[in-house]
C-alpha cells in the first residue's frame, strides 16, 4: 500500500520526536565487523581439492557396505566391510601424519557394543548382538603449553546403511550420507596438518551413527573421561549437494549449520536461569554457528567469485532425525551439525533399485553420482577456515559474569583471563530480537593476566552481552555469554 507524501509528513509532525531517537546502546561501541581472513589459513584451505574429494568417497563406496554390523560378519568377500573401511581411513591419517613428520597423533577407539548392557538406549534395538564398533581420530597437538589441552573438533560418520539398517551385507553406498562427512574431515586433516596452531584440533570419523549414535556416544564420552577441552565440535553429515537431476531447489552457495538453544545437557536449575535471562539464543552451539557465520563471511564473501554461507538453523537437528553432534550436546558439550540445503530421501537410508528402462520411477540408493565434489570442497574449506581460526585464537574468557547486586543503568563485568596470548577482547552486544552480533567495544587485558572489572554505559535489561578474546592477528574465540 502506498502513502501520500503528504500524510508522512503529518505523521513526522505529529509523532513525539523520541520515537525517532538512537537507542543509548547504539551509542557505545563501534558496529560489529568480520575480522580479516588470515593469508595462512586462506592459503592452507585453498589447497582442499575437490578431484581428491571424489577419490575419498569413491574409496568409501567401494567397501559395498559399511554397516556397522558388518563388523562381525566373517564371510565378508576381502577390502569389503566397515572394518576395511575403518583400516583405509587410519591409513589415511597415518599417511597425512607422514607428509607432516608425524604431526597427528593417529588413534583408533574401539568398544563392543553390548545390547544386553544397554537396555532402554537409543541404539539397543539396532545392535542385536554383541558388536564391534572403531571410531579413528587424528590430534594435531597444539603448540602453546597453555593452551594445546584446548580441542576443536571436525567430525563425519564412515559407516553407512540400506533400507533395512539391520542387513550387514546389502549393498551401502552411503556416498552423501556421510562418506560426504568422512571426506571433509580427512581434507580438513590435510590441508590444517602443514600449519601450526596454539590449540590443538581433533579430525574424526566415527561408526554406529545409523545403529542410534552409539559410536560418537563412547567417543564423547571418552572425551570427557579423559579431560578433553572440546571448545567446539562441528559434525558434517550429509554435505554432498545432492545433485538429482531437475531439483531446482538445491542451493549450492550455503549449508545448514543445526544448533541448539537451552543445552540438552543443562539442569533445570539450568534451564530455569537460561530462560528467566532471556539466553536462549546464546547456548555455547549457537556461538558456533555465529563463528562458522562470521567466518564464510570473511573468506568466501558475497563479492567473491565462490560466496558461501554458513545458513544457521536454530533448532538442533531437522524432523524426524538426529546425529552425531547429539551426543557431544548430551555430554556438555558444544556441537553443531552441518548439512546441505536441500536432501534428496531417495538417495538416503534406501536399497539400490535401478528403475527399467523407461520407467518414472526415481533411481534409489546413496550412490555417488548424486554427489558435487564441488561443494563438498566448499564445505570443508568453511570448516577448516573455522577450526584454524578458533585453534589460533587465545581461547576462551572465563567466568564471565554480570554483577546483579545493585539496580543500575550501566552493567558492571568480571571475568577471568583467557588462556592464550591475548591482545585484547571484545565486548559484544545486540538488540535481545537480533541474532548476530551488532555493537562492540575493544577492551585491553588486565596487566599480568589478572581478571578485568568494568563497567560500560549500555543497560543489561535491553541488549545481550558476550565476550570474546582477540590476538595481535585478530584471531576471534567463540563468544562466551555472561
Not at 570473511?298 to 560466496?307: E, L, N, R, T
Not at 557431544?328 to 551439525?337: D, M
Request: aromatic share 8%; proline share 7%; net charge negative.
Amino acid at each position: 500500500m502506498k502513502i501520500a507524501p503528504f500524510l508522512l509528513l503529518c505523521a513526522t509532525v505529529l509523532l513525539p520526536s523520541y520515537l525517532f531517537s538512537q537507542a543509548d546502546f547504539t551509542l557505545y561501541g563501534h558496529p560489529v565487523t568480520p575480522a580479516p581472513a588470515d593469508p595462512a589459513i586462506q592459503h592452507a584451505i585453498a589447497t582442499i581439492n575437490s578431484s581428491r574429494i571424489h577419490q575419498t568417497i569413491e574409496k568409501l563406496v567401494g567397501f559395498q557396505t559399511r554397516n556397522t554390523l558388518s563388523s562381525m560378519e566373517p564371510d565378508l568377500p576381502a577390502g569389503t566391510g566397515v572394518e576395511a573401511a575403518a583400516d583405509w581411513i587410519f591409513g589415511q591419517f597415518e599417511d597425512i601424519s607422514k607428509q607432516c613428520g608425524g604431526c597427528l597423533d593417529v588413534k583408533r577407539d574401539t568398544f563392543v557394543a553390548d545390547p544386553a548392557a544397554a537396555a532402554g538406549t537409543s541404539w539397543a534395538n539396532r545392535i542385536p548382538k554383541p558388536t564391534r564398533i572403531t571410531n579413528v581420530y587424528a590430534i594435531l597437538r597444539g603448540t602453546d603449553p597453555a593452551q594445546v589441552k584446548r580441542m576443536v573438533l571436525v567430525t563425519g560418520h564412515y559407516d553407512s546403511r540400506a533400507t533395512n539398517v539391520m542387513d550387514p551385507t546389502v549393498t551401502s553406498p552411503g556416498a552423501n550420507d556421510d562418506a560426504s562427512g568422512v571426506a571433509v574431515s580427512l581434507e580438513c586433516a590435510r590441508a590444517l596438518s602443514s600449519m601450526h596452531f596454539p590449540g590443538s584440533i581433533v579430525f574424526v570419523a566415527v561408526a554406529g551413527e545409523e545403529q542410534g549414535l552409539v559410536g560418537s556416544a563412547h567417543l564423547a564420552k571418552l572425551a570427557k573421561d579423559q579431560g578433553w577441552n572440546l571448545e567446539a565440535v562441528l559434525n558434517n553429515d550429509i554435505v554432498g549437494g545432492n545433485t538429482t537431476p531437475g531439483d531446482t531447489f538445491q542451493l549450492k552457495d550455503r549449508v545448514r549449520v543445526f544448533a541448539e538453544g537451552v543445552p540438552s545437557a543443562a539442569t533445570p536449575e539450568e534451564a530455569h536461569r537460561i530462560r528467566a535471562l532471556g539466553a536462549e539464543n546464546d547456548s555455547p552451539s549457537r556461538q558456533i554457528a555465529r563463528a562458522m557465520e562470521e567466518i564464510g563471511t570473511a573468506y568466501f564473501p558475497a563479492s567473491s567469485p565462490a560466496p558461501f554461507d554458513a545458513w544457521i538453523i536454530t533448532r538442533p537437528d531437522r524432523y524426524l532425525r538426529g546425529g552425531d553432534h547429539s551426543s557431544f550436546n548430551r555430554e556438555g558439550i558444544a556441537a553443531v551439525r552441518i548439512t546441505e540445503w536441500r536432501e534428496d530421501y531417495n538417495h538416503q537410508h534406501q536399497t539400490v533399485v535401478h528403475p527399467a528402462a523407461g520407467s518414472s520411477d526415481p533411481v534409489l540408493g546413496d550412490l555417488i553420482e548424486f554427489v558435487d565434489f564441488d561443494y563438498v570442497a566448499k564445505v570443508a574449506r568453511l570448516n577448516a577456515a573455522t577450526l584454524a581460526t578458533l585453534a589460533s585464537s587465545p581461547g576462551l574468557p572465563a567466568k564471565v559474569a554480570i554483577d546483579t547486586t545493585k539496580l543500575e543503568n550501566g552493567t558492571t563485568f568480571h571475568w577471568e583471563a583467557a588462556p592464550g596470548k591475548v591482545d585484547h577482547y571484545e565486548l559484544l552486544w545486540r538488540d535481545t530480537i537480533a541474532f548476530d552480533w551488532q555493537f562492540g567495544q575493544s577492551i585491553p587485558p588486565a596487566a599480568g593476566g589478572a581478571a578485568v572489572t568494568l563497567t560500560v554505559p549500555v543497560s543489561k535489561d535491553n541488549v545481550i552481552f558476550g565476550v570474546r578474546a582477540v590476538d595481535a592477528a585478530g584471531h576471534r574465540s567463540l563468544v562466551v555469554a555472561p
